[in-house]
């Protein structure tokens, strides 16, 4: 059996509907805090499980007889996210999982700008010196916070942070997904880390060039010093906390930690990855034919 943390989420769905074309749905458990998030899942034939990384007894009852395991990360950081990963992989140990297939970040490190980089380093520990089997995600950004990232520009090709001229390898989620999804069906996957990119980094100058040469009207990067940004952030509504995370990410793109290009996920998935200039151009058209 094929089990799925995460599930209700944005990449736990698309694993979950890679995994219905190519396994029978009784091999598929979905783990989930709020089975109600699943509604579109219900009458394929899955199972669905209810547990929260906080509650290891729930994460123990949602394991039993699951062989493969997808533990997507945490969605908190700092302690909390480091607790309730280490629960996810305590569990997958007592109940016996053979393969876990865990997502992590790019560099993850010690002592990394990326604070998330912290706890992955200290989970894929834990997994390695477990004796399951185990693959590593280590995804670069996804794809679909662009449109986070540049915030108005789309319409105004104006786009302002504070990530310098580092450079991010965009990846898709949907990619992403369907190459965990791979790995999950292949009986003999395992103690192998992927570096998940896109095909080519990109600044946020090169990703305003882009816009402009899809939009059409005149587009720029303005990298904004942290202080400014923050103010305006939090004017904006942004709870403190957030703000600080995200001028944590630009940090870490300036120093280089996003950079990476890899080919490994083009060959998990034997074809080529969606590039950014596609997904872009796909995100504006459909822009354009809402607006109208
Ligand atoms: N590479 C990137 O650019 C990037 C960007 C954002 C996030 N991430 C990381 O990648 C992960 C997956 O991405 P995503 O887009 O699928 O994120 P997402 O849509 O926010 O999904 C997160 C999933 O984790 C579940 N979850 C959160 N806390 C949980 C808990 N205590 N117990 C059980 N389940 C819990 C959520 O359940 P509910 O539906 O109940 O909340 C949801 O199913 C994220 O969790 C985060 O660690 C990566």
Known sequence: MIAITGASGNLGK??????????????????????????????????IRKADYNDPESLDTAFRGVEQLLQVSSANYGEQAIREEQNVVAAAVRQGVGHIVYTSTLNPSESPVFWGGQTCVRTEKTIR??????????????????????????EDGQ?????????????SRIDIAEGISNVLLQPEAGNRVYEVTGE????????????????????????????????????????????????????????????????????????????????LAQILRNSEVNAG
């Open 14 to 47: 698309a694993v979950l509907s890679f995994l219905l074309q190519k396994t029978q749905a009784a091999n598929i458990v979905a783990v989930v805090r709020d089975p109600q998030k699943l509604t579109d899942f219900a009458g394929t034939g899955i199972q």
């Open 159 to 171: 786009i302002y942070f504070s990530a310098g001229n580092g450079a991010i390898s965009f990846v």
């Open 200 to 279: 080519k980094a990109f600044t946020f100058a090169d990703v305003a060039a882009l816009l402009e040469k899809n939009k059409k009207i005149s587009c720029a990067y303005t990298d904004v010093p942290q202080e400014i940004l923050k103010e305006e952030l939090i004017n904006a509504g942004l709870p403190e906390e957030e703000a600080v995370f995200y001028l944590n990410m630009g940090d870490s793109i300036k120093a280089g930690e996003f950079a990476l290009v890899s080919p490994q996920l083009e060959k998990l998935l034997g074809k080529k990855r969606l590039t950014a200039e596609a997904y």
């Open 129 to 154: 010196e477990a004796g399951m089997r185990y693959s590593v995600f280590r995804n670069s950004m996804y794809m679909e916070t662009i449109p986070l990232f540049i915030g108005s520009a789309m």
